[in-house]
């Protein structure tokens, strides 16, 4: 798919988000290249942004709702997270629940509630962490952050070295669990290969 064709579907997309918002008042930038809420600026709305990239470094009282080819959220969000994109990056912090949509996503911060993710590849940093469920379809799953509730993924490959509280339940072709991993819950796992199990990860629960 070209790029034009990219950016304008990901601007019809954020036109009928704001069109079923139209009860609030956010905050709207949109444009061809660059939009950036800067480190020292504070919105005290929602926010709304489209462009070649989106670049969140400063502090959002509501919602994000952003479009582009990279996305990048390095500042405060205190609502919930929507974004679509090539490329997205989250950082900082969100309040609220992410749902995000990428062929690359990358998670390195801390979100309060659930993610909701679909991506070709998803990177779950050391760092990061989520308040409660993380749900994944796509590819390939790296998850080497800190779940506090359940997860489950569907994909290719999943590969698991942090700590889940709750449940983890997978469908893929192939499922790892590597040093640092710990499930706090059950193990349910369907796939034509056993999963690959290391001596220093932790199961709590059943496995299935």
């Known amino acids: 798919m070209k790029r034009v064709g990219v950016m304008a579907w990901l601007l019809v997309f954020l036109g009928v988000v704001i069109a079923f918002r139209a009860e609030g ?13 800067g480190p020292k ?5 929602d926010f709304y942004g489209a462009g070649s990239s989106v670049v969140v470094q400063g502090k959002i009282t ?10 990048t959220s390095k500042g405060e969000i205190g609502g919930d997270m929507l974004a679509a994109g090539q490329d997205i990056k989250i950082g900082g912090k969100v309040g609220g629940n992410v749902r995000a949509a990428a062929q690359t996503l990358e998670l390195e ?21 989520v308040g409660s469920n993380l749900l994944f379809a796509g590819r390939t799953l790296e998850m080497a952050g ?5 997860l489950r ?22 499922l790892e669990l590597l040093p640092g991993a710990e499930v706090g819950g059950k193990l349910k796992y369907r796939g034509p ?16």
Not at 41 to 45: M, N, V
Not at 62 to 71: E, F, P, S, T, V
Not at 117 to 129: C, G, I
């Open 146 to 150: 800190k779940v506090e509730g359940n």
């Open 193 to 208: 290969n056993p999963p690959s199990i290391s001596p220093e990860a932790v199961v709590r629960g059943e496995q299935d």
């Open 109 to 129: 911060g801390a979100v309060g509630k659930a993610v909701t993710a679909f991506a070709s590849q998803m990177m779950v940093r050391p760092e990061a962490t």
């Open 41 to 45: 600026e504070e919105i005290r709305d």
């Open 25 to 37: 008042s956010p905050t709207v930038r949109a444009g061809r290249d660059n939009v950036l809420v």
């Open 153 to 174: 993924a569907a994909g290719e490959k999943v590969v698991i070295s942090g700590p889940i509280k709750g449940n983890l339940e997978v469908s893929a072709q192939s």
């Open 62 to 71: 509501g919602d994000l709702m952003a479009a582009g080819k990279d996305i």
